[in-house]
């Protein structure tokens, strides 16, 4: 049942402190763990903080959740009293501004007893487990924090409630009231709810049942610097090749100053955009001198692009107009870059070459993003094989992946393999590069010769993975 209530700022994640094991209540050197998780709230841009007690077992626990799922008014997040964790780690979901539906995870794969399995995905958790469900080919481990964005509250409550059911019944099995957010992410997943996978990197996030382990594990969060780490984070480890090896490796240094100067991700993009319309000009002149800077300044729109996302991260001023306008610069960027090596080339035919590499790349990105759009749609109308398997009492996972993509899965998880498998698809960096390489030291043709090719390539291998996940 709620047991206290502190008001913040209503618009902020509401956080609701699990206090139902004993372990919350553990000494620490600011009070109990309890003490010490609410003294870390009071640092992050949170809104209401409640506190659940012990309240009659496991099911009046959930039931306590759904009672304040239903009322909420904003996002809220479900934070056990026994965690140990760096204060950055909860502000990977609690201080992020879109106030998703997400879930602290490592990518240490070794399960534990207060470490559920899950399987992530894209950024996704697709998987998650408990003592009493399995998940085949599990990569990761869920730390206890999980979030739930206001569109998914009500998803949220009927959840709770249905497996406060099944464990007032005895249907699931061995699980205690420790695993109550364990429970609770499964149910999510299992309803078809996107769950942001909030990776932790080094940061420490360990539940603890006994005042050893919280001592050990209180001494393990001084290991690690959380501002060094909270910079490292704001560089994507899931880039391509090109923007990992030739641009993040240097960019990573203007993060700070950027933040200090207090410039803005869009301002940011908004120097790429015209750093590129520049490089179209010089294109343009068709000089050997004029592709060789327009090259140049090319690669600089293209750092800076990545620039705007890492100081995104790293000041967590995400936005969705901010998003929208990251991805119509990068094409507008490619496009009047494409126009500039036109004009300046003097073959007569390189105009239909431009034109079908702009096609070209349209297509491309219809498939990457309809496919996604398309199960959307059909999951909110309802359609059945849009939906995961809805059932809380299996033990199993029945949406482990099989034949092409258990294949597929397996391969990646080679480096070289991964990389190839990056790189194929022509991201946004590799482009960047063979357009720079091609325009500078052979002209408009190779370029465009170049990205016809290759960009066929890449089409193919979208469309036969998006047939593949279809099928599944």
């Not at 004993?22 to 600011?30: E, F, T, V, W």
């Not at 759904?66 to 204060?87: G, M």
């Not at 090896?245 to 015209?274: D, E, Q």
């Not at 004009?343 to 491309?364: E, H, K, N, T, Y």
Request: aromatic share 6%.
């Amino acid at each position: 049942m709620p047991d206290s209530l502190t008001t913040r700022d209503p618009a902020a994640t509401a956080v609701v402190l699990l206090a139902t094991t004993p372990a919350s209540r553990l000494s620490c050197p600011h009070g109990t763990l309890l003490d010490r998780l609410g003294g870390q709230l009071d640092t992050l841009p949170v809104g209401e903080v409640q506190v659940l007690t012990p309240g009659g077992g496991l099911g009046a626990d959930l039931r306590g959740v759904a009672k304040i799922a239903r009322t909420a008014v904003s996002a809220v997040a479900l934070l056990p009293a026994d965690l140990v964790a760096h204060t950055e780690a909860l502000a990977l979901l609690l201080e992020h501004p879109a106030h998703d539906t997400g879930a602290l995870v490592s990518l240490e794969a070794t399960p534990g007893p207060l470490r559920p399995p899950v399987r992530a995905e894209a950024g996704t958790v697709v998987a998650a487990g408990s003592s009493f469900h399995i998940v085949p080919e599990a990569n990761a481990t869920f730390r206890g924090l999980l979030q739930t964005a206001r569109p998914d509250l009500g998803t949220l409550a009927e959840v709770a409630e249905e497996l406060a059911e099944l464990a007032d019944g005895g249907k699931l099995g061995p699980v205690t009231p420790v695993e109550a957010v364990d429970l609770l992410l499964v149910g999510l997943v299992r309803s078809g709810v996107k769950v942001r996978a909030a990776p932790l990197g080094p940061l420490h996030a360990d539940r603890v049942t006994g005042q050893h382990a919280a001592d050990v594990a209180i001494e393990r969060l001084a290991e690690v610097d959380e501002d060094r780490v909270r910079l490292d984070t704001s560089v994507k480890d899931d880039d391509g090749f090109f923007a990992t090896f030739f641009v993040s490796t240097w960019t990573r240094y203007l993060i700070k100053p950027a933040a200090r100067l207090k410039l803005t991700p869009n301002t940011v993009t908004g120097v790429s955009i015209g750093l590129a319309a520049l490089a179209a000009v010089w294109f343009s002149a068709g000089t050997p001198g004029g592709r060789l800077l327009g090259a140049a300044l090319f690669y600089l729109s293209f750092a800076l692009d990545c620039l705007d996302g890492q100081l995104a991260r790293y000041t967590r001023t995400f936005s969705p107009l901010g998003a929208w306008v990251d991805g119509m610069a990068d094409r507008l960027k490619e496009y009047v870059v494409y126009a500039g090596l036109a004009f300046g080339s003097p073959d007569p035919g390189i105009w239909r070459l431009a034109v079908a590499a702009m096609i070209l790349q349209a297509v491309r990105h219809a498939l990457d993003h309809s496919f996604a759009g398309a199960l959307a749609d059909a999951a909110g109308d309802g359609v059945s094989w849009a939906r995961p398997a809805r059932s809380l009492r299996e033990s199993a996972d029945a949406a482990a992946p099989r034949g092409l993509l258990a294949l597929a899965r397996r391969v990646e998880r080679l480096p070289v393999a991964r990389w190839l498998k990056r790189m194929i698809v022509l991201p946004i960096g590799e482009r960047t590069a063979l357009v720079c390489v091609t325009a500078a030291g052979w002209g408009a043709r190779t370029t465009f010769t170049a990205l016809l090719l290759w960009g066929g390539v890449a089409a193919t291998y979208q469309l036969l993975g998006r047939m593949a996940r279809s099928a599944r």
